[in-house]
T-cell receptor, first 116, second 115 residues
Framework: AQKVTQAQTEISVVEKEDVTLDCVYETRDTTYYLFWYKQPPSGELVFLIRRNSFDEQNEISGRYSWNFQKSTSSFNFTITASQVVDSAVYFCALSGGESNDYKLSFGAGTTVTVRA | DAGVIQSPRHEVTEMGQEVTLRCKPISGHNSLFWYRQTMMRGLELLIYFNNNVPIDDSGMPEDRFSAKMPNASFSTLKIQPSEPRDSAVYFC?????????????FGPGTRLTVL
């Protein structure tokens, strides 16, 4: 069974601070896919980033960066210089591999509040 | 490009009534998913279609729920009869499934309230 754990329920920061969201996953598959989605107050689910299990290179995209470490089964996500518009619930998700390729298993989500 | 389209955005109905939620996936995508989001259970997959064929409906709560995909550009999720515990946000997502999995893109969701 696949499982995603987001231990942080809520994070509150002041604008321009960096925010790091933790995600730990469990899977028996050797090939899998990790995602981060954002759910702003308006309610839609917005895809942010995807990482394949066979590619541990960490990247930066604008103000977003992620740290994927297979050794610790972690896929952390950082927002640099946070803005009020970053206030949202952020979900880490896992899918793919040898079992149920299609099903996205979501974490419980972390609510990020950025104060002006 | 248009994203996943869902209608209605909000639905309020009374217990026992039939509810139909609609979804238009992104053009060219061959896989469609229905998810439900509640405070208690989070996001959970209800059913998955590939090339208009239901592949996995193990997440459908009970016989009151049914889903169809008559063609590549349209899907419905029906609840009959509806109950207050069905109140949730229902999301539709689509993807172009190639080798293995691919990124699922979500619609804006339908917020269902059953009184």
């Amino acid at each position: 069974a696949q499982k995603v754990t987001q231990a942080q329920t809520e994070i509150s920061v002041v604008e321009k601070e960096d925010v790091t969201l933790d995600c730990v996953y469990e899977t028996r598959d050797t090939t899998y896919y990790l995602f981060w989605y954002k759910q702003p107050p308006s309610g839609e689910l917005v895809f942010l980033i995807r990482r394949n299990s066979f590619d541990e290179q960490n990247e930066i995209s604008g103000r977003y960066s992620w740290n994927f470490q297979k050794s610790t089964s972690s896929f952390n996500f950082t927002i640099t210089a946070s803005q009020v518009v970053d206030s949202a619930v952020y979900f880490c998700a896992l899918s793919g591999g040898e079992s149920n390729d299609y099903k996205l298993s979501f974490g419980a989500g972390t609510t990020v509040t950025v104060r002006a | 490009d248009a994203g996943v389209i869902q209608s209605p955005r909000h639905e309020v109905t009374e217990m026992g009534q039939e509810v139909t939620l609609r979804c238009k996936p992104i053009s060219g995508h061959n896989s469609l998913f229905w998810y439900r989001q509640t405070m208690m259970r989070g996001l959970e997959l209800l059913i998955y279609f590939n090339n208009n064929v239901p592949i996995d409906d193990s997440g459908m709560p009970e016989d009151r729920f049914s889903a169809k995909m008559p063609n590549a550009s349209f899907s419905t999720l029906k609840i009959q009869p509806s109950e207050p515990r069905d109140s949730a946000v229902y999301f539709c997502a689509s993807t172009q499934e190639r080798e293995g999995t691919d990124t699922q893109y979500f619609g804006p969701g339908t917020r269902l309230t059953v009184l």
